[in-house]
Every structure is written in structure tokens, then in C-alpha cells.
């Protein structure tokens, strides 16, 4: 209970800081797994307002020639991740979040929207960079070749307040100041384009990047 009550108190914390109403909620502790407790997580649904969804930014792009670009720094953040779960790793420290940095993010996406600079823009969360990479590609079935540093961090950490970006080349000057005016670090990881996703000497294509991203579900169940 201290866990989920640390939790909470932290989520006010930050809904304060950042102005973000909370209007309701359920609780329950009862969603246990025979005598296995359910973990103290609390998980909050937030709604976002655009004024005109016609000029919203899409979470991933449809053509090849785009630069990618990662805003916001990666850390050591493995803690409470998809790759500790996967391992069965329950111990670490949590990631910090740098509110103040994440609402100077914020006003960058929303100028980015504003300036059209973006052509696609996604959040880097659960799954880290691996995840938005795999979801960006598939999602109009257009590939991407990306070259990282420290590759199995790089991939999996979860720290908080980064988004990937594409970008016509075009925009670079423009983007670069913008990430410089919000003080949001900024680094082009890759280009668009191609039938698969290449991840420095890794190749996969998009069929079976799908196939592995599809069928896992159907493996749980049966």
C-alpha cells in the first residue's frame, strides 16, 4: 500500500506542476492472479484537445527521404522496462522525470505542429526506441535505417522525454533551432525508406518484423 500511496503522490506532484486536471478515477486491489497480489501501479488515461485534427502531426510517415531525429537525452533507464520484465527484473531505480524538461518538449512538439516542420512525430515510452521504431515502419509499411551508439540501451532504456521525429531535410535548420530555443537535446538517428528496418548491422524485414509484432498474442492464448 505505501508503494501505490508513494505512487499516487507522485503523480499530484507532477499533475500540479505540468496543470493537468485529473476529474476521476477507480481503484482496485482485487485483480490478483490466484495468491499472486496485483503490482502497485496506478494508471491514469489522459485526453488531449487539438483544435483542428486536420493539422495534427501523424505518428509515423508514409514516404522515403526523411531524416530521423531523436529529441531529448537516453539514459541508463532499465528500470521497471519492458526489457527488466521480459528478465524478470523487479529491482533498480525508476527514471526521473525532469518536468520542467517535459513541458519545454511539449512546447516544442506543439511548434513543430504549428511551424509544419514535422512530418511524423511518436513518443518513446513502453518499449523504448525499439518499440516506436517497430510501430513508426509498420505503420504505413515504409522502412527506416537507423544507426545508434551503445545499441542495447540505445533500443531499450525508457527514459521519459523523448520523441522521435521525421523531417524533410528541408526543416533541419529549422528544427535545430527550435530543440535549441526549448533547450532539448537533439540527434539525427537514421533516414527513411526501404522494405525493412536496418538497425546499424541488423536487417529485418517489414513482413516478418509484422509477423513477430502480430503473433505474439495468439502464442499467449493459445
Known amino acids: ?25 477507480n481503484v482496485s486491489f482485487y485483480n490478483q492472479t490466484g495468491a499472486v497480489a496485483i503490482l502497485p501501479t496506478p494508471v491514469i ?26 529529441l531529448g537525452e537516453t539514459e541508463n533507464d532499465l528500470a521497471g522496462s519492458e526489457w ?10 525508476a527514471p526521473t522525470a525532469d518536468l520542467q524538461r517535459e513541458m519545454r518538449l511539449i512546447d516544442l512538439l506543439v511548434a513543430g505542429r504549428t511551424k509544419k516542420i514535422f512530418s511524423a512525430a511518436h513518443d518513446l515510452s513502453q518499449g523504448g526506441l525499439a518499440a516506436t ?26 527514459t521519459p522525454g523523448r520523441v522521435v521525429v521525421a523531417i524533410d531535410p528541408a526543416q533541419t535548420a529549422a528544427l535545430t533551432t527550435e ?20 538497425i546499424n548491422d541488423a536487417k529485418i524485414s517489414l513482413v516478418e518484423l509484422r509477423k513477430a509484432h502480430t503473433e505474439t498474442f495468439p502464442k499467449l492464448f493459445g
Open 1 to 25: 500500500m505505501w508503494q501505490f500511496a508513494e505512487s499516487v503522490r507522485g503523480l499530484a506532484d507532477g499533475c500540479l506542476e505540468m496543470g493537468l486536471p485529473v476529474t476521476g478515477g
Open 45 to 70: 488515461g489522459v485526453l488531449g484537445v487539438i483544435d483542428d485534427v486536420r493539422t495534427r502531426t501523424p505518428m509515423s510517415f508514409d514516404r522515403s527521404g526523411l531524416d530521423l531525429y531523436l
Open 84 to 93: 527488466a520484465y521480459m528478465h524478470n527484473q523487479r529491482g533498480g531505480i
Open 133 to 158: 521504431l517497430t510501430e513508426m515502419v509498420l505503420r504505413y509499411n515504409t522502412g527506416a535505417t537507423v544507426q545508434l551508439d551503445n545499441v542495447g540501451l540505445a533500443l531499450l532504456s525508457e
Open 179 to 198: 530543440a535549441a530555443s526549448q533547450k532539448i537535446a537533439l540527434k539525427k538517428i537514421g533516414t527513411t525508406g526501404g522494405d525493412s528496418l536496418v
